[in-house]
Structures are given as C-alpha cells and as structure tokens.
C-alpha cells in the first residue's frame, strides 16, 4: 500500500518533534542532576553549625537550683543570656554562684534551702532579686554600693513573705556613668523582722553573699 507523500511528510515530523522533546527533557535531567551532585552534602550542616555556634557552652550548662531558675527565665534567651563560667563555691557558707553575660544568679542554703539572688540588666535599670527565703520576715535590708563607693543600705518592702526585689539605674546614680571594665553595682539582701515595744526596734537574719553586675 503506498502512503501519500503529504502523510508520509506529517509522520516524519513528527518523528522529528518527538526526539527532540526527548533530547531537550534529557539535557534538562542531566543539568538538574549535575546541579544537585554539585551541591555539597554538608551544605545543611552549615546551617546547624551556624545555629550550635550562636547556643551557649555546653561545658558551662548550668545545673542544680541556678540551672533550674535560668531554665525558668528562658535559657539563653533570658535576661541573663549564657553563662561564661561554670559554676563556683564559697566554703565559708557554702553558697554557690554562677556568672552569665548580662548577670549572676546564686545558691544562699544559710538564708534558705531554696534561696536564689539574681542580678541583671534590664531597661536601663541594675536589678537584684531574691528568695524565696527559708522564713517569713516583715521586710529586707538591702546593701548597695556602686563603683565601689560607699555602701549605702535600704530598706525594701517585701513583694510577699518571701520573695523581693531592688533596683537602680545601671549608669548609677550621677548624671554621667563612670567608666569601668569591672562590676559596678553591688547588692546584698537580709530579712528583718519588726520588734520591741510598738515594734519600733527589729530583729535581722544574716546578709547574703553579694551580687554584682
């Protein structure tokens, strides 16, 4: 049977059309497979290396009561940020203290079993906190000091029985920060009860070990 010459044409060029969708599909495969084999296998590691090099110190991680309170802020993300060193003892009253970027937080048993003193930075104010403290007592004394100037002591309302707190401008207390790679403010806190007659005398615990910041 003889095909016509037009029908004959038609199915050639067709022939023709289909290799070539075949070879443009097939170069396209291979630029697409060449382009991936090229990317290395470490590409998203670095990504997880950028993000474990901006986390904290894992040898530094803290633990215990101080690791449970910075955990509580937010980690690495709280106020007090990661820890630059790990943490250390004082054998005279066995309190325990762990510095951070921007603040301490450390272990007081002879105030309290569970007793924590915080100190950081927060919206331009040098802030100390306390407690919980292993009794009920009226009010707290605070010791300040700032650039190691004279101490001076304060008298501080409790937020309950407890727990308080004390703060002050982290540029301190002239119009001008002083200069100074060093801690510049220093807190130490002790509860105090009213006494005597009227309750005009009171009766005090001992201080705390001093935060810094």
Known sequence: MKIPSRLRTSRIGSAIMDRRIYFSMTVTLALSSALLAGIPAHADSATTAT????ACNPKLKP?????????ASGGEDSVFGCPTRAEYGFTTNKSRRQDFRNGQIAWIPALGPKMLIRTYASRGQARFQWGPTGRDWDYFEVRYSFNNEEVKKYKVQRHDPWNGGFSRPVAGPGPEALGSNGPLHYFSVRGCDNSGVFQLGS???GWSLPGRL
């Open 63 to 71: 633990y215990g009561l101080i690791g449970d309170q910075w955990r």
């Open 51 to 54: 993000t474990s090099s901006a």
């Open 203 to 205: 009766e005090c615990g």
